[in-house]
């Protein structure tokens, strides 16, 4: 079983990881290929493609300038620690132990505009480029067209390598990102939680809190060592309690009263 996550906009590359111990980003070449057509943009430009301040742009203008390779412990972080966005909040990832790690590693995969798919222990250098943003590299228009069926080839290559009775893929990341994936071409069982809130009278999806609880759950189910989504029902982290008069069996729905 995989879970899949989107990566973070917020970074911290200040605070020590937990451990020493990294791995290589295995789209590293195709990450440099963006690099290159990224370095040709303008500040302005980068602020316009990412619809971010003058400040903002100029800052990841200067995070492309600055990439380079082969990556360290010294110029770059390792993933599972690098992003601190609210999906990170949930995870929670300064309170894995060495086993948990251990088992992230095998099982979470980090999805991202930059680098395709990152292992928890990837070494990553800061960066900002979302899978939507309509960034034209080589020969395609879109960050989707550039990946093209490479991620989702490599979720399947996973798979087979972990050699489970059942393909799952737990799908705790955004639209945005899970669409660079194929579903025609994954050859798994795609389980995708849904978290809501009672709100203003109705239980709906409530973005802050559904990105933490995505995080909470791919927590959950690393910290459970679960490996059938069966296991991921009994999640009851903050007051959340799984609904079958919601649910649908690849979609089971987590409602929280506060």
């Not at 020969?139 to 799952?168: C, M, P």
């Amino acid at each position: 079983m995989l879970i899949v996550v989107s990566p973070a906009k917020s970074l911290d590359f200040d605070t020590p990881a937990k451990t020493k111990k990294f791995t290589t980003p295995s789209f590293l070449k195709e990450s440099q290929a963006l690099v290159k057509d990224l370095r040709k943009l303008s500040p302005d430009d980068i602020s316009s493609l990412m619809s971010v301040s003058v400040k903002l742009g100029e800052l990841n203008h200067e995070r492309f300038a600055n990439w380079h390779t082969p990556f360290n412990l010294e110029n770059a972080k390792q993933a599972l620690f690098a992003f601190t966005g609210d999906v990170y909040i949930g995870l929670d990832a300064a309170s894995f132990s060495a086993a948990d790690i251990t088992f992230a590693q095998k099982h979470l995969r980090i999805l991202s505009g930059l680098y395709g798919v990152l292992k928890p222990l990837d070494l990553m250098q800061p960066y900002r480029l979302e899978m939507g943003r309509k960034f034209a590299s080589g020969k395609t228009n879109t960050l989707y067209e550039f990946w093209g069926e490479r991620l989702t080839q490599f979720l399947n290559d996973e798979l087979i390598a972990h050699k489970g009775k059942s393909k799952v893929v737990v799908n705790l990341a955004s639209n945005e990102y899970f669409n660079s994936l194929k579903p025609k071409v994954l050859d798994a069982e795609v389980v995708t939680p849904v978290f809501k809130d009672f709100s203003s009278g109705k239980y709906k999806i409530v973005s802050f809190f559904a990105k933490k609880a995505r995080g909470e759950m791919a927590a959950y189910i690393i910290k459970n060592r679960l490996k059938n989504p069966e296991e991921l029902l009994a999640f009851d982290v903050n007051g959340y309690r799984y609904s079958a008069e919601e649910s649908t069996p690849n979609m089971p729905v987590f409602l929280r009263k506060q």
